[in-house]
Nanobody, 124 residues
Framework: QVQLVESGGGLVQAGGSLTLSCAAS????????MSWFRQAPGKEREFVAA????????YYTNSVKGRFTISRENAKNTVYLQMNSLKPEDTAVYYC?????????????????WGQGTQVTVSS
């Protein structure tokens, strides 16, 4: 049974930082591209960042480039999202996802497994 468990969300002031973690189990983690998506109230789920199985290729949505960093530790079956200079518009539920591919997809329908999400709230 595959499980993706996010942690690290919370309430932070604008300009602050948070680091999200996603621990995976029940799959061969190093075979999967990993990503972070987010969904704000009343909005569609949107792509945030993705990383290939070996960490060689990384992609970000434009709005987080230079502020967020995705990374992974295959030995720990964990993917991270370091978020700096947070803005109120970053407020959302953040989800990690796993895709059994060598690429790093940016479309949600290309992902096989999803976590339950962790809330990030940025106050102004």
């Amino acid at each position: 049974q595959v499980q993706l468990v996010e942690s690290g969300g919370g309430l932070v002031q604008a300009g602050g930082s948070l680091t999200l973690s996603c621990a995976a189990s029940g799959l061969t983690f190093s075979n999967y591209a990993m990503s972070w998506f987010r969904q704000a109230p009343g909005k569609e789920r949107e792509f945030v960042a993705a990383i290939t199985w070996n960490g060689r290729y990384i992609y970000y949505t434009n709005s987080v480039k230079g502020r967020f960093t995705i990374s992974r530790e295959n030995a720990k079956n964990t993917v991270y999202l370091q978020m700096n200079s947070l803005k109120p518009e970053d407020t959302a539920v953040y989800y990690c996802a796993a895709s059994n591919t060598r690429a790093a997809p940016t479309l949600s329908n290309e992902y096989d497994y999803w976590g339950q999400g962790t809330q990030v709230t940025v106050s102004s």
